[in-house]
């Protein structure tokens, strides 16, 4: 406290009669531009305060906040970082706890959460990927709604804008190269699957026979990431591979008990060594998508089939593709080609009409 109190600025005075300020820590030395020293004095106590009322504040702010909470001085932000991994289970836990080992984020780890200031997030987001920005700001945003502090670090228009990397839809003859090459069965009918369904890999991998409808020929299943149910329908070409999956339990036995990372490894190796650069698991959900907007598939339906309930998100996935748009003329032939041709009664037929 004594340390607070210590006056940083000093008033001396030179021979000729001007006051001046002395920095004691810079040991700065500047010209205060009067020989009043009533008016002198009144500088430097303006300086001095500005000075030490920032250092004031926090301390008053840090014992209001110790009345209320004994555990405020304590919290840090890997303290944050492990709260906010435990409410969470399953395979969004094992992302939280890969996380949080972010070495972007190690110079926020040990930072009190009432003495961090913007440019330590600021420091975080400067050598970090997109991945680093949106979980920070998860991490973040937790912190705020926990009330651990009392107002945000970034202002939410000021966070840096996610650049993410450039994502493309897998062309039919790279997955036809794919398939025509692996030689496990079940890894083969994965990857048709995800050509025909489109449907994400965790979903798919946790397929099981009871979740096909042979009668309606319908697949349908909760999609874990939104819980929106997806239901698509199915031709003879998917029939075919189905048939050939287990009548009961998982469709695939292997794959769903493996980790999401080794599934996306396994598929990149067979990518490289066909020479396909730039395609993920998920491009086949991105396929899925240009190819149903290509050919004119309704949008509701495609919401349906991906699991989706936002038209944004469709168009994401869509946003690629290309759509042929025929000429006016065209399209006004096809129409009468496909208008209805009225039918002409003779006289007897409207007698008979008119009995009924």
């Known amino acids: 406290m004594k340390e607070l109190m210590k006056q940083r600025y000093q008033l ?66 890997q303290f944050v970082m492990t709260e906010i991994a435990k409410t969470k289970k399953g395979e969004t836990k094992d992302r939280w706890e890969t996380a949080v080992k972010d070495r972007n984020l190690d110079c926020l780890r040990n930072v009190p959460l009432i003495e961090t200031r913007a440019e330590h997030f600021l420091k975080a987001l400067s050598t970090g990927k997109p991945s680093t920005n949106v ?5 973040h945003n937790f912190a705020l709604d926990m009330n651990w502090i009392p107002w945000s670090i970034i202002p939410k228009r000021q966070w840096p804008k996610i650049h993410y990397k450039t994502k493309r839809a897998i062309t039919l003859a790279e997955h036809q190269k794919i398939v025509e090459r692996e030689t496990n069965p079940e890894r083969k009918a994965f990857y048709q699957l995800c050509w025909h369904l489109g449907a994400s890999q965790g979903d798919l991998a946790k397929l099981h026979a009871e979740d096909i409808d042979w009668n309606a020929q319908v697949v349908s299943y ?42 996306a490894t396994e598929f990149k190796q067979r990518c490289d060594g066909l020479n396909i650069t730039g395609v993920s698991l998920h491009s086949y959900r991105y396929a899925w998508a240009q190819r149903a907007k290509e050919c004119g598939y309704p949008e509701r339906f495609a ?23 025929p000429s006016l003329e065209q399209y006004e032939q096809e129409q009468r080609a496909r208008a209805i041709v009225p039918v002409v009664f003779n006289h007897a037929d409207k007698l008979e009409a008119s009995a009924i």
């Not at 979980?135 to 991490?139: A, G, H, N």
């Open 12 to 77: 001396f005075k030179r021979g000729w009669g001007t006051f001046y300020c002395l920095d004691t820590t810079t040991t700065k030395q500047s010209s205060l531009k009067t020989k009043d020293l009533v008016e002198a004095k009144r500088l430097i106590s303006a300086k001095n305060e500005a000075d030490m009322l920032p250092g004031f504040n926090l301390q008053i702010a840090r014992a209001y906040l110790q009345a209320s909470d004994a555990e405020v001085s304590k919290r840090d932000w």
């Open 135 to 139: 979980y920070l700001r998860r991490i």
């Open 222 to 263: 909760f999609r874990q990431k939104t819980k929106e149910t997806a239901i698509i329908h199915f031709g003879e070409s998917l029939k075919t591979i189905l048939l050939e999956l287990p009548k009961k339990g998982p469709l695939f036995p292997y794959l769903s008990t493996v980790r999401p990372g080794d599934r």
């Open 303 to 325: 919401q349906q089939a991906l699991g989706h309930n936002s038209k944004a998100v469709h168009r994401y996935y869509a946003r690629t593709s290309v759509v042929k748009i």
